[in-house]
């Protein structure tokens, strides 16, 4: 089992920026993919982003956030982030990492088994 911990959430004005980290332990994390999910009050847990673990990372983006975000990892301290910029009111949401075994980044969260706690991001207009 893997343990994820979110971080870099909070409040952010409309236009600008924030950095979410995912701090992963438990075990190695070769051929992992990670993503990133969101849910907003009363919606379904949507797929933001992922990227494989691999040398040459494959990276997979929503539509709604392409351009905004990006994904990126840091595979010796075990970590993956996410860049997001020129934020909007509907990017408010808690945001919550998820690994899974395999190659290939997955937008289905039924790919994903393990989760972390999520972490709130709020944007204002």
């Known amino acids: 089992q893997v343990q994820l911990v979110e971080s870099g959430g909070g409040l952010v004005q409309a236009g600008g920026s924030l950095r979410l980290s995912c701090a992963a332990s438990?075990?190695?994390?070769?051929?992992?993919?990670m993503g990133w999910f969101r849910q907003a009050p009363g919606k379904d847990r949507d797929f933001v982003a992922a990227?494989?673990?691999?040398?040459?990372?494959?990276?997979k983006y929503a539509d709604s956030v392409k351009g905004r975000f990006t994904i990126s990892r840091d595979n010796a301290r075990n970590t993956v982030y996410l860049q997001m910029n020129s934020l909007k009111p509907e990017d408010t949401a808690v945001y919550y990492c998820?690994?899974?075994?395999?190659?290939?980044?997955?937008?289905?969260?039924?790919?994903?088994?393990?989760w972390g706690q999520g972490t709130q991001v709020t944007v204002s207009s």
């Open positions: 438990g075990r190695t994390f070769s051929g992992y993919v």
């Open positions: 998820a690994a899974r075994y395999g190659s290939i980044p997955a937008s289905s969260r039924n790919d994903y088994a393990d």
């Open positions: 990227i494989s673990w691999s040398a040459g990372s494959i990276r």
